[in-house]
């Protein structure tokens, strides 16, 4: 732990302007992103007796070891500045609300020739046309069941789509009208697209211009005595009608506004936000925060609305936003938002009728969303502090271990050796660290071995780099040109592997041949749930209801789970592998276009090479070339379906390959150490480490 006076600036040396500045540890990372109206009055604030210090202030000076400033020219710019800080730096101090990228949107891909209707979450993209977010995907899903009855816009994958239009006949969907099939010519692109910009005025509020339309075509149809066509159209009505049921009125004079509501307590902060669009509410997300510092309720609805419209622009922001408490000063804010979205916009906190009323509902929610918080066990601050500080104690550790490091080996009967590497700060996945080696010091079957291998590796690349100079600095070539340290420029204060005794001391032994003798180890054996430390000749049980050995148990699992996907993945990848992929020279462009020619590998194969010149690209050279490589290619033997026991012969003519465990995996009936017959779960299971 760091004393703040050790680097707390000289006096005068702080510029008494707007500004943000930053605090890094000892390994020059960056822990923590603020701004001030006045940067001399605000960071002498963290440079006073730690007694007077809220405890997560305290925490963060003391971790840090130094701290530098950017000023700038106006509270705007400090407010931009700091939200694009936070999204490169990622502080672990800094105020960061959980779970957003998981809400659902109803999207409608307005960029695509023929536009889909989808379910999307996860990062905006441009030109897709979004509404929601919804609290779950089936909510989407029977709204756009309801609307595709009145605007039959396609809803299938891309190639769902392609397979429709080479075969010529539409899916379900087309033969039951709830989609205008155009992937068969049914109707033009530009009618297609002329019908998604309806399902996308609908979904935005401006529903009564349909409604009225369809009733006047109900009657007039009524009025011809087409009586099936009006009966048709009212059907179509009531399916509009329900869809619009779905989300009630809320305001009546037609707003366009979000309301944002905060629950807090002394830990941590819920945020719950209704996005209320033509009166009426059309999505609802909200997020949880750990208070890492004392921080008003406006500070953090300013966190919120940087989260909520840090990345959009224009109608995104809606006109009016309703908050329960002002940031300080709030005209900055104000000003940002209105800049975002190009007009006016208004943040206030509602005073009297609907809005009031409705703010309420929201701060309910918000309350229930917190209470429901405080039940998670792994998301818990309080829970991960006492399971950091009993790991820290089973192990005698000088400190609680804010980032944890696990390995874990993954074969298949010691094929495809690979490992993973996955990384907890402070109780917490950080997935953006986690890394995944090839074993290549040996080829077979040791676990052992390949474990002293990846922890080799890994660490030498962080003496590597610590001893460009000697020292932890911007110039030592730890940091990037954008302040991120490198790939293994930051070491662990616990490195878990997952096994028993001899994994560890394969561990031990490989940080003691580097020379690193102040970074732990321990290894959690799935047998016992034990936890074994070097030189010890017994392991050390924690409770079965030790939250230091459920987070354990959690980081060892979610290695377990890096390294089976990779290793999953590499297998898939050699059996989807071809002779074309050793050519030399033949890039993906014209291998697309060979087989795109001949249908398959498998027709290629027996092509002659008059033949292959024929495709566009490909000359006698390297027509020769591919003839070569296919007659020193030894012949595949059959795949086989281990759900079904059906050879699969046709699998290089594009039929699907199947297991019985894990979809899109091909089994080789002639590959040693593979399964032919489905086996047992458990069986299969065992098959891989």
């Not at 550790?397 to 980032?403: Q, V």
Request: charge should be neutral; glycine fraction near 8%.
């Amino acid at each position: 732990m760091a004393d703040p006076s050790s680097y707390r600036p000289k006096p005068g040396q702080i510029p008494d302007s707007p500004g943000v500045y930053r605090f890094r540890d000892e390994h020059r990372r960056v822990i923590y992103v603020g701004k001030a109206k006045s940067l001399r009055q605000r960071l002498a604030n963290y440079f006073q007796d730690l007694a007077g210090l809220h405890p997560r202030t305290r925490t963060m000076v003391t971790t840090a070891a130094s701290v530098e400033w950017t000023v700038v020219s106006t509270e705007v710019e400090a407010l931009q500045l700091e939200y694009s800080w936070i999204k490169e730096y990622d502080p672990r101090f800094n105020v960061k609300y959980r779970d957003d990228k998981s809400y659902p949107y109803l999207a409608v891909t307005m960029n695509e020739e023929f536009p889909r209707v989808q379910v999307m979450r996860g990062h905006k993209k441009k030109g897709v046309r979004y509404f929601g977010p919804y609290g779950h995907a089936w909510a989407i899903r029977d709204t756009v069941d309801l609307l595709l009855r009145v605007f039959p816009v396609r809803t299938c994958s891309a190639g769902v789509f392609k397979n429709a239009a080479r075969t010529g006949r539409p899916c379900l969907l087309g033969y039951i009208g709830k989609c205008s099939a155009p992937c068969v010519g049914r109707v033009s692109a530009e009618e297609h697209r002329e019908l998604a910009e309806e399902f996308g005025d609908f979904m935005a509020g401006r529903t009564g211009t349909y409604l009225r339309r369809l009733e006047k075509q109900m009657t007039a149809a009524a009025e011809e005595m087409e009586y099936e066509r009006a009966a048709r159209l009212r059907d179509d009505i009531e399916a509009l009608k329900k869809a619009m049921e779905k989300s009630a009125v809320v305001l009546a004079d037609a707003t366009d506004a979000d309301l944002i509501a905060v629950a807090e307590d002394e830990l941590e902060a819920a945020v719950q936000i209704f996005h209320v669009r033509g009166g009426r509410v059309r999505g609802q997300r909200g997020w949880v925060t750990d208070k890492v510092e004392e921080i008003t309720t406006g500070a953090l609805v300013e966190h919120a609305l940087q989260q909520l419209y840090g990345e959009e622009t224009g109608d995104a922001v809606p006109k009016e936003v309703l908050v329960p408490a002002l940031p300080d000063p709030v005209e900055p804010v104000q000003q940002w938002l209105t800049d975002r979205r190009g007009s006016i916009v208004s943040l206030r906190i509602p005073q009297r009728g609907d809005k009031k009323a409705l703010m309420e509902t929201v701060q309910r929610n918000a309350q229930q969303a917190l209470v429901l918080h405080k039940t998670k066990r792994a998301s818990d601050l309080t829970t991960r502090s006492r399971a950091l500080e009993e790991i820290a104690e089973a192990l005698d550790l000088d400190s609680a271990p804010l980032r944890i490091e696990c390995y874990d080996i993954s074969h298949l009967q010691g094929d495809d050796v690979v490992a993973s590497m996955v990384v907890f700060e402070d109780g917490l996945q950080r997935k953006s660290e986690y890394r995944r080696f090839q074993i290549k010091g040996f080829e077979g079957q040791d676990d052992v071995r390949s474990m002293h291998e990846v922890i080799n590796r890994r660490f030498r690349r962080y003496l590597a780099e610590k001893e460009k100079t000697g020292e932890w600095s911007e110039e030592d070539g730890l940091v990037e040109e954008n302040g991120r340290p490198k790939r293994f420029a930051y070491p662990p204060q616990l490195v878990v592997v997952d096994g028993g005794r001899p994994q560890v001391a394969a561990a031990r032994r490989a940080l003691e041949e580097l020379g690193i003798d102040d970074i732990a180890v321990c290894g959690l054996a799935k047998r016992l749930e034990e936890v074994w430390v070097p030189d010890e000749d017994d392991p050390v049980v924690l409770p079965r209801t030790s939250e230091g050995l459920y987070l354990l148990q959690r980081v060892r699992d979610e290695a377990h789970r890096f390294a089976i996907t990779y290793q999953r993945a590499k297998r898939a990848k050699r059996f989807r592998s071809s002779p074309l992929d050793d050519v030399p020279g033949l890039g993906e462009t014209r291998k697309q276009a060979l087989i795109k020619h001949f249908g398959s590998v498998k027709k290629l194969r027996s092509a002659t090479i008059d033949q292959i010149c024929e495709v566009p690209g490909i000359g006698r050279k390297t027509a020769e070339t591919i003839a070569v490589a296919f007659a020193q290619a030894a012949p595949a033997a059959p795949a086989v379906n281990t759900a079904t026991g059906e050879i699969m012969d046709d699998m290089e003519d594009g039929a699907p390959e199947t297991t019985a465990g894990t979809p899109g995996e091909p089994v080789s009936a002639g590959t040693p150490g593979e399964p032919v017959s489905a086996g047992t779960p458990d069986e299969r299971r065992g098959m891989e480490r």
